[in-house]
Protein backbone atom coordinates (compact mmCIF):
# COMPACT_ATOMS: atom_id res chain seq x y z
CA UNK A 1 0.00 0.00 0.00
CA UNK A 2 2.64 2.02 0.85
CA UNK A 3 4.59 1.53 -2.48
CA UNK A 4 1.47 2.27 -4.49
CA UNK A 5 1.25 5.71 -2.90
CA UNK A 6 4.26 6.74 -3.27
CA UNK A 7 3.80 6.14 -6.92
CA UNK A 8 1.23 7.43 -7.54
CA UNK A 9 2.77 10.84 -5.93
CA UNK A 10 5.83 10.16 -8.16
CA UNK A 11 3.45 10.11 -11.34
CA UNK A 12 1.11 13.49 -9.88
CA UNK A 13 4.32 15.35 -9.56
CA UNK A 14 5.84 14.17 -13.04
CA UNK A 15 2.86 15.03 -14.67
CA UNK A 16 2.76 18.91 -12.94
CA UNK A 17 6.26 19.30 -13.87
CA UNK A 18 5.47 18.36 -17.42
CA UNK A 19 2.00 20.02 -18.02
CA UNK A 20 2.61 23.70 -20.14
CA UNK A 21 0.19 26.54 -18.77
CA UNK A 22 -1.11 29.36 -21.18
CA UNK A 23 0.66 33.01 -20.02
CA UNK A 24 -2.44 35.07 -19.43
CA UNK A 25 -1.92 38.96 -21.49
CA UNK A 26 -2.24 41.95 -19.18
CA UNK A 27 -1.54 44.29 -21.82
CA UNK A 28 -5.35 46.06 -20.46
CA UNK A 29 -3.88 46.53 -16.45
CA UNK A 30 -0.53 48.48 -17.99
CA UNK A 31 0.35 51.67 -20.02
CA UNK A 32 3.28 52.74 -21.49
CA UNK A 33 4.61 56.68 -21.02
CA UNK A 34 7.38 58.68 -23.14
CA UNK A 35 9.87 61.18 -21.72
CA UNK A 36 9.45 64.10 -23.42
CA UNK A 37 13.34 65.40 -24.00
CA UNK A 38 14.34 61.79 -23.55
CA UNK A 39 16.13 61.39 -27.54
CA UNK A 40 19.37 61.56 -26.13
CA UNK A 41 18.93 58.12 -24.64
CA UNK A 42 17.18 56.78 -27.94
CA UNK A 43 17.94 52.94 -28.00
CA UNK A 44 20.50 52.72 -25.32
CA UNK A 45 19.81 53.24 -21.36
CA UNK A 46 21.71 51.68 -18.86
CA UNK A 47 20.23 53.07 -15.38
CA UNK A 48 17.57 54.81 -14.08
CA UNK A 49 17.77 56.37 -10.77
CA UNK A 50 15.66 58.18 -8.41
CA UNK A 51 17.12 60.37 -5.69
CA UNK A 52 15.87 61.27 -2.08
CA UNK A 53 14.14 64.71 -4.01
CA UNK A 54 12.00 63.09 -6.14
CA UNK A 55 14.61 63.90 -9.27
CA UNK A 56 15.11 61.33 -11.69
CA UNK A 57 18.64 60.54 -13.23
CA UNK A 58 19.56 58.59 -16.58
CA UNK A 59 22.91 56.95 -17.55
CA UNK A 60 23.66 55.63 -21.08
CA UNK A 61 27.63 55.27 -22.04
CA UNK A 62 27.42 58.77 -22.88
CA UNK A 63 25.50 60.88 -21.09
CA UNK A 64 24.49 61.25 -17.54
CA UNK A 65 21.19 63.50 -17.10
CA UNK A 66 18.94 64.60 -14.67
CA UNK A 67 15.01 65.08 -14.64
CA UNK A 68 13.01 66.75 -12.19
CA UNK A 69 9.50 66.36 -13.79
CA UNK A 70 10.08 69.70 -15.97
CA UNK A 71 13.46 70.63 -16.72
CA UNK A 72 16.73 68.17 -18.05
CA UNK A 73 20.00 69.25 -17.08
CA UNK A 74 22.99 67.24 -18.48
CA UNK A 75 26.35 66.30 -16.01
CA UNK A 76 29.88 66.81 -17.66
CA UNK A 77 33.04 65.20 -16.36
CA UNK A 78 36.51 66.81 -15.51
CA UNK A 79 40.05 65.18 -15.05
CA UNK A 80 42.22 66.62 -12.12
CA UNK A 81 43.64 69.37 -14.11
CA UNK A 82 39.99 70.82 -14.77
CA UNK A 83 39.94 69.57 -18.02
CA UNK A 84 36.16 68.65 -19.29
CA UNK A 85 36.61 65.23 -21.23
CA UNK A 86 34.36 62.37 -23.04
CA UNK A 87 34.91 59.13 -22.19
CA UNK A 88 32.23 56.13 -21.63
CA UNK A 89 30.06 55.81 -18.42
CA UNK A 90 29.89 52.63 -17.45
CA UNK A 91 27.89 52.65 -14.09
CA UNK A 92 26.31 55.39 -11.85
CA UNK A 93 25.30 54.88 -8.44
CA UNK A 94 24.11 56.90 -5.34
CA UNK A 95 25.09 56.59 -1.84
CA UNK A 96 22.57 57.49 1.37
CA UNK A 97 24.89 60.43 2.12
CA UNK A 98 23.64 62.13 -0.75
CA UNK A 99 26.58 61.76 -3.50
CA UNK A 100 26.69 60.34 -7.24
CA UNK A 101 28.94 58.20 -7.96
CA UNK A 102 30.71 56.93 -11.43
CA UNK A 103 32.22 53.95 -12.92
CA UNK A 104 34.24 54.82 -16.05
CA UNK A 105 36.12 54.03 -18.44
CA UNK A 106 39.02 56.46 -17.26
CA UNK A 107 38.14 55.13 -13.19
CA UNK A 108 36.30 56.26 -10.24
CA UNK A 109 34.35 59.62 -10.40
CA UNK A 110 31.88 61.51 -7.83
CA UNK A 111 29.76 64.31 -8.34
CA UNK A 112 31.03 67.81 -6.91
CA UNK A 113 27.61 69.57 -5.80
CA UNK A 114 29.47 73.24 -5.86
CA UNK A 115 30.21 72.86 -9.78
CA UNK A 116 27.94 70.38 -10.56
CA UNK A 117 30.43 68.09 -12.45
CA UNK A 118 31.97 64.99 -11.95
CA UNK A 119 35.54 64.97 -10.23
CA UNK A 120 37.57 61.78 -10.25
CA UNK A 121 37.87 60.31 -6.75
CA UNK A 122 41.40 60.54 -6.61
CA UNK A 123 41.26 64.49 -6.76
CA UNK A 124 38.79 63.90 -3.68
CA UNK A 125 40.74 61.57 -1.53
CA UNK A 126 44.43 61.87 -2.31
CA UNK A 127 45.64 59.46 0.05
CA UNK A 128 43.83 56.54 -1.53
CA UNK A 129 45.76 54.51 -3.24
CA UNK A 130 45.40 50.96 -5.68
CA UNK A 131 42.14 52.35 -7.26
CA UNK A 132 41.99 50.69 -11.01
CA UNK A 133 42.99 52.82 -14.03
CA UNK A 134 39.45 51.44 -15.22
CA UNK A 135 36.57 50.89 -13.72
CA UNK A 136 33.61 48.52 -16.38
CA UNK A 137 31.35 48.23 -13.59
CA UNK A 138 30.10 49.30 -9.98
CA UNK A 139 27.42 47.32 -7.99
CA UNK A 140 26.31 49.11 -4.60
CA UNK A 141 25.79 46.95 -1.17
CA UNK A 142 24.89 48.34 2.09
CA UNK A 143 28.53 50.12 2.80
CA UNK A 144 30.28 49.02 -0.33
CA UNK A 145 30.75 49.56 -3.37
CA UNK A 146 32.26 46.35 -5.49
CA UNK A 147 33.67 47.44 -8.58
CA UNK A 148 35.49 45.44 -11.34
CA UNK A 149 38.19 46.15 -13.67
CA UNK A 150 38.45 43.99 -16.45
CA UNK A 151 42.28 44.39 -16.27
CA UNK A 152 42.29 42.49 -12.83
CA UNK A 153 41.11 39.22 -11.34
CA UNK A 154 38.99 39.50 -8.94
CA UNK A 155 36.62 42.45 -7.93
CA UNK A 156 37.47 46.03 -5.39
CA UNK A 157 35.76 46.61 -2.44
CA UNK A 158 35.39 50.23 -1.85
CA UNK A 159 33.90 51.35 1.64
CA UNK A 160 33.03 55.06 0.87
CA UNK A 161 31.98 56.10 4.40
CA UNK A 162 35.87 54.83 5.70
CA UNK A 163 37.19 55.61 2.56
CA UNK A 164 39.21 52.37 2.60
CA UNK A 165 39.66 49.86 -0.45
CA UNK A 166 40.56 46.28 -0.92
CA UNK A 167 41.26 44.02 -3.27
CA UNK A 168 38.94 40.79 -3.50
CA UNK A 169 39.83 36.99 -5.44
CA UNK A 170 37.38 34.78 -5.88
CA UNK A 171 39.90 32.00 -6.71
CA UNK A 172 43.72 32.09 -5.57
CA UNK A 173 44.88 29.50 -7.50
CA UNK A 174 42.96 30.10 -10.82
CA UNK A 175 41.89 32.82 -12.76
CA UNK A 176 38.70 34.09 -12.42
CA UNK A 177 36.49 36.93 -13.54
CA UNK A 178 33.23 38.51 -12.70
CA UNK A 179 30.50 38.21 -15.68
CA UNK A 180 30.27 41.41 -17.96
CA UNK A 181 28.28 41.59 -20.52
CA UNK A 182 27.63 45.46 -22.49
CA UNK A 183 24.55 45.70 -20.50
CA UNK A 184 24.70 44.26 -16.91
CA UNK A 185 27.36 42.61 -14.57
CA UNK A 186 26.86 39.24 -13.18
CA UNK A 187 26.38 40.47 -9.36
CA UNK A 188 23.47 40.43 -7.08
CA UNK A 189 23.23 40.98 -3.14
CA UNK A 190 20.87 39.60 -0.49
CA UNK A 191 19.84 40.76 2.87
CA UNK A 192 22.99 38.91 4.84
CA UNK A 193 25.60 41.30 3.10
CA UNK A 194 26.37 38.64 0.72
CA UNK A 195 27.62 39.44 -2.75
CA UNK A 196 26.75 36.28 -5.54
CA UNK A 197 28.19 36.49 -8.74
CA UNK A 198 28.97 34.46 -11.96
CA UNK A 199 32.01 33.90 -13.71
CA UNK A 200 33.85 34.24 -17.39
CA UNK A 201 35.30 31.03 -17.29
CA UNK A 202 31.81 29.42 -16.83
CA UNK A 203 33.11 27.83 -12.66
CA UNK A 204 29.56 28.60 -11.39
CA UNK A 205 28.28 30.49 -8.43
CA UNK A 206 30.38 32.28 -5.63
CA UNK A 207 29.45 34.08 -2.78
CA UNK A 208 31.38 36.79 -0.68
CA UNK A 209 30.29 37.91 2.65
CA UNK A 210 31.24 41.13 2.71
CA UNK A 211 31.21 41.08 7.14
CA UNK A 212 33.18 38.07 7.38
CA UNK A 213 35.49 38.55 4.24
CA UNK A 214 34.48 34.78 3.36
CA UNK A 215 34.44 33.55 -0.13
CA UNK A 216 32.62 30.35 -1.04
CA UNK A 217 32.54 28.73 -4.20
CA UNK A 218 30.23 26.15 -6.24
CA UNK A 219 33.01 24.43 -8.03
CA UNK A 220 35.19 24.19 -4.83
CA UNK A 221 31.88 22.20 -3.53
CA UNK A 222 31.81 25.24 -0.94
CA UNK A 223 28.15 26.40 -1.52
CA UNK A 224 24.92 24.60 -0.17
CA UNK A 225 22.61 24.29 -2.70
CA UNK A 226 25.06 24.74 -5.33
CA UNK A 227 26.52 21.44 -6.61
CA UNK A 228 29.73 21.67 -8.32
CA UNK A 229 28.90 19.08 -11.62
CA UNK A 230 25.74 21.05 -11.66
CA UNK A 231 26.84 24.99 -12.57
CA UNK A 232 30.46 23.59 -14.02
CA UNK A 233 30.87 24.63 -17.68
CA UNK A 234 27.37 26.23 -17.81
CA UNK A 235 26.30 29.31 -19.87
CA UNK A 236 24.67 30.86 -17.00
CA UNK A 237 23.81 35.00 -18.03
CA UNK A 238 22.20 36.12 -15.28
CA UNK A 239 21.98 36.00 -11.51
CA UNK A 240 19.60 38.15 -9.51
CA UNK A 241 18.87 37.78 -5.39
CA UNK A 242 14.66 38.08 -5.00
CA UNK A 243 13.99 39.50 -1.41
CA UNK A 244 10.33 38.34 -1.46
CA UNK A 245 11.36 34.71 -1.65
CA UNK A 246 14.78 34.30 -0.28
CA UNK A 247 15.82 32.94 -3.28
CA UNK A 248 18.47 33.34 -6.19
CA UNK A 249 17.46 33.43 -9.96
CA UNK A 250 19.73 32.05 -12.66
CA UNK A 251 19.45 33.04 -16.13
CA UNK A 252 20.76 30.63 -18.97
CA UNK A 253 20.35 33.12 -21.40
CA UNK A 254 20.22 31.40 -25.15
CA UNK A 255 19.06 28.27 -23.71
CA UNK A 256 16.13 29.63 -22.52
CA UNK A 257 15.92 28.12 -19.11
CA UNK A 258 15.38 29.95 -15.72
CA UNK A 259 15.98 28.35 -12.52
CA UNK A 260 15.01 29.62 -8.58
CA UNK A 261 16.72 28.13 -5.74
CA UNK A 262 15.16 28.83 -2.11
CA UNK A 263 18.46 29.71 0.22
CA UNK A 264 16.41 28.21 3.26
CA UNK A 265 14.92 25.17 1.73
CA UNK A 266 17.27 24.37 -1.19
CA UNK A 267 14.18 23.77 -3.19
CA UNK A 268 14.18 24.25 -7.18
CA UNK A 269 11.68 25.81 -9.56
CA UNK A 270 12.48 25.55 -13.20
CA UNK A 271 10.53 28.09 -16.32
CA UNK A 272 10.81 27.85 -19.78
CA UNK A 273 8.47 29.78 -22.39
CA UNK A 274 7.63 28.79 -25.87
CA UNK A 275 4.97 28.95 -28.52
CA UNK A 276 2.52 32.21 -28.02
CA UNK A 277 3.44 31.98 -25.18
CA UNK A 278 3.24 29.43 -22.87
CA UNK A 279 5.02 28.39 -19.70
CA UNK A 280 6.46 24.90 -18.49
CA UNK A 281 8.47 23.77 -15.54
CA UNK A 282 10.67 21.42 -17.97
CA UNK A 283 13.94 22.13 -18.77
CA UNK A 284 13.50 19.68 -22.07
CA UNK A 285 11.23 22.03 -23.90
CA UNK A 286 11.68 22.18 -27.33
CA UNK A 287 11.93 25.84 -29.21
CA UNK A 288 12.65 27.66 -25.77
CA UNK A 289 12.79 31.49 -26.30
CA UNK A 290 15.85 33.05 -25.21
CA UNK A 291 15.89 34.65 -21.56
CA UNK A 292 17.62 37.99 -20.36
CA UNK A 293 18.43 38.23 -16.14
CA UNK A 294 15.40 38.81 -13.80
CA UNK A 295 14.78 41.99 -12.63
CA UNK A 296 13.01 43.05 -9.42
CA UNK A 297 10.99 45.76 -9.29
CA UNK A 298 9.80 48.79 -6.24
CA UNK A 299 7.00 46.67 -5.50
CA UNK A 300 9.25 43.56 -5.31
CA UNK A 301 7.80 41.75 -7.98
CA UNK A 302 10.07 39.71 -10.62
CA UNK A 303 10.31 40.40 -14.26
CA UNK A 304 12.21 38.54 -17.49
CA UNK A 305 12.48 39.28 -21.20
CA UNK A 306 11.70 36.30 -23.31
CA UNK A 307 12.36 36.63 -27.00
CA UNK A 308 13.38 40.11 -26.86
CA UNK A 309 9.24 40.50 -27.42
CA UNK A 310 7.64 39.34 -24.09
CA UNK A 311 7.81 41.09 -20.99
CA UNK A 312 6.56 38.54 -18.49
CA UNK A 313 5.80 38.53 -14.64
CA UNK A 314 6.90 35.85 -13.13
CA UNK A 315 4.76 34.07 -10.13
CA UNK A 316 5.62 31.29 -7.42
CA UNK A 317 2.42 29.69 -8.76
CA UNK A 318 3.32 28.94 -12.45
CA UNK A 319 0.28 29.19 -13.78
CA UNK A 320 -0.16 32.41 -13.15
CA UNK A 321 2.86 33.91 -14.74
CA UNK A 322 1.50 37.11 -16.74
CA UNK A 323 2.79 38.92 -19.89
CA UNK A 324 3.05 42.11 -21.67
CA UNK A 325 3.61 42.62 -25.26
CA UNK A 326 4.23 45.27 -28.04
CA UNK A 327 0.66 46.90 -28.58
CA UNK A 328 1.34 49.72 -31.58
CA UNK A 329 -2.06 51.65 -30.28
CA UNK A 330 -2.81 50.67 -26.29
CA UNK A 331 0.93 49.52 -25.33
CA UNK A 332 3.55 50.87 -27.80
CA UNK A 333 6.75 49.17 -26.26
CA UNK A 334 10.18 49.02 -28.76
CA UNK A 335 11.67 45.89 -28.75
CA UNK A 336 13.07 44.41 -25.46
CA UNK A 337 16.61 44.77 -26.15
CA UNK A 338 16.56 45.28 -21.82
CA UNK A 339 14.26 46.11 -19.38
CA UNK A 340 16.39 48.87 -16.52
CA UNK A 341 13.92 48.92 -13.05
CA UNK A 342 14.65 52.24 -10.87
CA UNK A 343 17.15 52.05 -8.09
CA UNK A 344 16.18 54.14 -4.80
CA UNK A 345 18.01 56.68 -2.75
CA UNK A 346 18.08 55.48 0.90
CA UNK A 347 15.20 52.93 1.81
CA UNK A 348 12.33 51.92 -0.49
CA UNK A 349 9.31 52.05 1.88
CA UNK A 350 6.17 53.08 -0.88
CA UNK A 351 5.22 51.27 -3.71
CA UNK A 352 4.87 52.64 -7.15
CA UNK A 353 3.37 52.01 -10.48
CA UNK A 354 5.98 52.07 -12.41
CA UNK A 355 7.69 48.69 -13.45
CA UNK A 356 10.55 49.76 -15.05
CA UNK A 357 12.34 51.77 -18.12
CA UNK A 358 13.16 50.94 -21.50
CA UNK A 359 14.84 52.72 -24.54
CA UNK A 360 13.09 53.08 -28.38
CA UNK A 361 13.60 55.00 -31.18
CA UNK A 362 12.25 58.09 -29.85
CA UNK A 363 13.65 57.83 -26.24
CA UNK A 364 12.80 57.11 -22.84
CA UNK A 365 9.44 55.65 -21.96
CA UNK A 366 8.09 54.07 -18.59
CA UNK A 367 6.24 51.03 -18.46
CA UNK A 368 3.30 51.55 -15.38
CA UNK A 369 0.70 49.63 -13.60
CA UNK A 370 -2.56 51.33 -14.73
CA UNK A 371 -4.54 52.38 -11.62
CA UNK A 372 -7.03 49.62 -9.93
CA UNK A 373 -9.81 51.87 -10.08
CA UNK A 374 -9.97 52.88 -13.92
CA UNK A 375 -11.65 50.12 -16.34
CA UNK A 376 -12.19 49.85 -20.50
CA UNK A 377 -15.01 50.80 -22.42
CA UNK A 378 -15.69 50.74 -25.62
CA UNK A 379 -17.53 54.12 -27.21
CA UNK A 380 -18.43 55.24 -30.42
CA UNK A 381 -17.95 58.36 -32.38
CA UNK A 382 -21.72 60.47 -32.77
CA UNK A 383 -19.90 64.50 -32.97
CA UNK A 384 -22.25 67.61 -33.21
CA UNK A 385 -19.33 69.72 -33.30
CA UNK A 386 -17.17 68.28 -36.17
CA UNK A 387 -14.62 66.65 -34.08
CA UNK A 388 -12.55 63.56 -35.55
CA UNK A 389 -10.56 61.22 -33.90
CA UNK A 390 -7.30 63.05 -34.74
CA UNK A 391 -8.53 65.74 -32.58
CA UNK A 392 -8.30 63.57 -29.39
CA UNK A 393 -6.34 60.19 -30.16
CA UNK A 394 -3.58 59.85 -28.03
CA UNK A 395 -1.67 56.73 -29.38
CA UNK A 396 1.25 58.17 -31.17
CA UNK A 397 2.47 61.10 -29.18
CA UNK A 398 1.06 60.69 -25.59
CA UNK A 399 -0.54 64.47 -25.64
CA UNK A 400 -1.41 65.95 -22.53
CA UNK A 401 -4.69 64.58 -22.75
CA UNK A 402 -6.76 64.85 -19.42
CA UNK A 403 -10.49 63.14 -18.57
CA UNK A 404 -12.84 64.20 -16.09
CA UNK A 405 -16.56 63.73 -14.79
CA UNK A 406 -18.82 66.74 -13.55
CA UNK A 407 -22.38 66.69 -12.95
CA UNK A 408 -23.53 63.61 -15.45
CA UNK A 409 -21.21 64.92 -18.56
CA UNK A 410 -17.80 63.33 -19.59
CA UNK A 411 -15.11 65.63 -20.67
CA UNK A 412 -11.55 65.83 -22.38
CA UNK A 413 -9.28 68.63 -21.55
CA UNK A 414 -5.98 69.15 -23.96
CA UNK A 415 -3.07 71.44 -23.57
CA UNK A 416 -1.46 70.85 -26.75
CA UNK A 417 -0.92 72.86 -30.13
CA UNK A 418 -3.51 71.78 -32.78
CA UNK A 419 -6.76 70.22 -30.83
CA UNK A 420 -9.72 71.89 -29.45
CA UNK A 421 -9.38 72.32 -25.31
CA UNK A 422 -12.11 70.86 -24.52
CA UNK A 423 -14.54 68.26 -25.84
CA UNK A 424 -18.00 67.17 -24.08
CA UNK A 425 -19.48 63.72 -24.09
CA UNK A 426 -22.77 62.80 -22.71
CA UNK A 427 -23.06 59.23 -20.52
CA UNK A 428 -23.03 57.09 -23.22
CA UNK A 429 -19.63 58.94 -24.30
CA UNK A 430 -20.77 60.49 -27.78
CA UNK A 431 -19.39 63.32 -27.86
CA UNK A 432 -21.56 66.36 -27.85
CA UNK A 433 -19.79 69.65 -27.73
CA UNK A 434 -16.44 70.91 -28.43
CA UNK A 435 -14.48 74.50 -27.05
CA UNK A 436 -11.34 76.51 -28.28
CA UNK A 437 -12.23 74.60 -31.44
CA UNK A 438 -11.38 77.45 -33.39
CA UNK A 439 -8.42 79.91 -34.01
CA UNK A 440 -7.44 79.05 -30.32
CA UNK A 441 -6.71 75.26 -31.42
CA UNK A 442 -3.82 76.32 -33.27
CA UNK A 443 -2.57 77.75 -30.20
CA UNK A 444 -1.11 75.65 -26.68
CA UNK A 445 -2.86 76.04 -23.24
CA UNK A 446 -2.65 75.55 -19.64
CA UNK A 447 -4.79 74.88 -16.68
CA UNK A 448 -4.82 73.47 -13.24
CA UNK A 449 -5.58 69.62 -13.04
CA UNK A 450 -6.97 69.72 -10.37
CA UNK A 451 -11.05 70.56 -10.82
CA UNK A 452 -13.08 71.52 -7.48
CA UNK A 453 -15.69 73.42 -9.24
CA UNK A 454 -17.81 73.72 -12.75
CA UNK A 455 -15.65 77.33 -13.27
CA UNK A 456 -12.56 76.00 -14.99
CA UNK A 457 -10.16 78.38 -16.34
CA UNK A 458 -7.82 77.97 -18.72
CA UNK A 459 -4.88 79.95 -19.95
CA UNK A 460 -3.87 80.04 -24.40
CA UNK A 461 -0.07 80.13 -24.69
CA UNK A 462 2.34 81.86 -27.17
CA UNK A 463 3.04 79.05 -29.92
CA UNK A 464 6.66 76.59 -29.31
CA UNK A 465 6.96 78.15 -25.49
CA UNK A 466 9.50 75.81 -24.10
CA UNK A 467 8.53 76.99 -20.18
CA UNK A 468 5.23 78.65 -18.87
CA UNK A 469 6.30 82.32 -17.47
CA UNK A 470 2.94 83.72 -16.65
CA UNK A 471 4.11 87.02 -17.33
CA UNK A 472 5.16 87.11 -20.75
CA UNK A 473 3.48 83.46 -21.98
CA UNK A 474 -0.42 84.07 -21.64
CA UNK A 475 -1.86 85.20 -25.28
CA UNK A 476 -5.45 85.21 -23.79
CA UNK A 477 -7.16 83.92 -20.68
CA UNK A 478 -10.59 82.32 -20.19
CA UNK A 479 -13.23 81.42 -17.25
CA UNK A 480 -15.41 78.31 -18.70
CA UNK A 481 -18.92 77.55 -17.25
CA UNK A 482 -18.60 73.46 -17.80
CA UNK A 483 -22.55 72.79 -17.06
CA UNK A 484 -23.59 75.44 -19.77
CA UNK A 485 -20.11 75.34 -21.67
CA UNK A 486 -19.81 78.56 -22.14
CA UNK A 487 -16.23 80.51 -22.33
CA UNK A 488 -15.94 84.33 -21.58
CA UNK A 489 -12.54 85.95 -21.78
CA UNK A 490 -11.43 87.59 -18.59
CA UNK A 491 -8.29 90.06 -17.60
CA UNK A 492 -5.54 88.45 -15.46
CA UNK A 493 -2.46 89.89 -14.02
CA UNK A 494 -0.08 87.25 -12.61
CA UNK A 495 -1.27 87.14 -8.99
CA UNK A 496 -4.52 86.40 -10.72
CA UNK A 497 -3.21 83.63 -12.84
CA UNK A 498 -1.50 82.05 -9.93
CA UNK A 499 -4.51 81.68 -8.04
CA UNK A 500 -6.57 80.14 -11.69
CA UNK A 501 -3.60 77.87 -12.94
CA UNK A 502 -1.42 77.28 -9.90
CA UNK A 503 2.29 76.81 -10.15
CA UNK A 504 3.67 75.32 -13.30
CA UNK A 505 7.03 74.81 -11.70
CA UNK A 506 5.47 71.94 -9.75
CA UNK A 507 4.29 70.09 -13.05
CA UNK A 508 5.58 66.43 -12.56
CA UNK A 509 5.35 63.36 -14.74
CA UNK A 510 3.02 61.32 -12.50
CA UNK A 511 -1.16 61.72 -13.49
CA UNK A 512 -2.90 64.20 -10.85
CA UNK A 513 -5.29 62.91 -8.74
CA UNK A 514 -8.66 64.06 -10.05
CA UNK A 515 -7.56 63.65 -13.39
CA UNK A 516 -7.21 60.75 -15.73
CA UNK A 517 -5.00 60.50 -18.57
CA UNK A 518 -6.68 59.22 -21.61
CA UNK A 519 -5.58 56.58 -24.14
CA UNK A 520 -7.96 55.96 -27.33
CA UNK A 521 -7.59 53.75 -29.72
CA UNK A 522 -9.09 54.67 -33.23
CA UNK A 523 -8.20 52.14 -35.77
CA UNK A 524 -10.65 49.49 -37.29
CA UNK A 525 -13.44 51.69 -35.53
CA UNK A 526 -12.39 49.74 -32.22
CA UNK A 527 -12.64 52.79 -29.94
CA UNK A 528 -11.73 52.52 -26.06
CA UNK A 529 -11.59 54.78 -23.13
CA UNK A 530 -10.52 54.18 -19.78
CA UNK A 531 -12.59 55.44 -16.79
CA UNK A 532 -12.80 55.80 -13.18
CA UNK A 533 -14.49 52.30 -11.94
CA UNK A 534 -16.44 54.22 -9.60
CA UNK A 535 -17.94 56.40 -12.65
Known amino acids: MKRLACLIILAESFISSAQSFPVKNVNDDYVVTTLKGSEKFKNNIQEVLLDKKGIYWFQSPMEVSSFDGVNWKSYGIKTSSGREIPLRINEIEFTDDGITWLGTSD ?55 KIKLAHVDIDTTNKTTVLRNDIETGVTYDMQNNFWGLTN ?11 TGKMLRSWK ?30 SYGPAGKLEKINLTTGKRDFYA ?47 RVEYLINDPEMLPMP ?34 RRNKNIRQLPFEIVSTAAINASDFENVSNRKNVFFSKRNSSYYIFQQDAGRPKI ?13 FNDQWKDYPAYFNTDISSDTFYIAILKPGVASIDFRTTVVKDFKVNLKTLQAEEIKADFANRIMNYGIPDCIHITQAPTYWILFISVSQQQKKIFIPLNW
Not at 223 to 242: Q, R, V
Not at 345 to 368: D, F, P, Y
Request: charged share 20%; net charge positive.
Open 221 to 250: GELAFFPAEKYLNKNLTGITYSEKNNAIWL
Open 335 to 368: RLNWLVTETIQGKNTEQNSNVGWIAGNTGLSVIR
Open 201 to 211: EQKGIWCYNSN
Open 107 to 161: GFFMLDPVTAQFIPLKQKYPQLNGLPLSINCLYKAKDNFLFVSLLENGFNLFNWQ
Open 273 to 319: FSGNLQVKADTTLKNRYALLTVKIDRNKDEWVVADRKYLVKLNDDIS
Open 423 to 435: ISLDNSLHITNAL
